[in-house]
């Protein structure tokens, strides 16, 4: 599965990149960039092409991540991303929400770059741990830190991995392929000169990766 984020500030352009790379991407991700720039009606035109994440990294107490949560699915928004070491009572709140929407529910266990190692390296497991307990459907790791993601599929062996990182962020596709169930680009398809093949491409090499 290729997951496109797409981190635009320009509603025709995130059209235009979307149109040009559909036969090749699963789902958008939308994360705060285009949202604010654009409006959250933003979420309903794509999610009329394509399925859509929403990545509001949400971390706020309970009743306010409902809100959030609410907002994303009611804006036609298939699934949303919250951070996890808010802990338990939070991914409960987003899980009651996403349930009436037949929603789907992903939390990131550690972020891609280097300075997550300093605190929320320390609880991914925990993290994963607890996402599992609570149902929900899958979790974001990072594919700049392999060990990490091998070490979260050992815990939730049954979750739904995707995995930011690779291209811009240099992690390596051969790396985690075999550990993830998805891929999560952005500007490597969205600034290539040809986005559609650098879709096309990404994709291949993904599902090839996966199989060696
Ligand atoms: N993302 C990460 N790392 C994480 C979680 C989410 O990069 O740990 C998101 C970014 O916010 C961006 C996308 O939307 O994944 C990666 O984009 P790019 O680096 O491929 O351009």
Redesign the pocket.
Known sequence: MLVL?L?LTSREKALEIVEKTRDFVDAV?V?YPIVLSCGIEIVKELSEIKRVIA?F?IADIPYTSSLIAEIAFKNGANAVISHGFVGRDVLEEIMKVAENYDGKVYV?T????EG?REFMGQFARKIAEIAKEVGCHGL?A?ATKPERVREVREVAKNLEILS??????KGKLEEIAKYVDGI?????IYNADNPKEAARKIKEEFEKAKLT
């Open positions: 984020a981190d991700k994360n990545d990294k990131v550690e972020l891609t770059n997550a974001i990072p930011p990182g690779i291209g811009a962020q999560i680009v952005g500007r490597s």
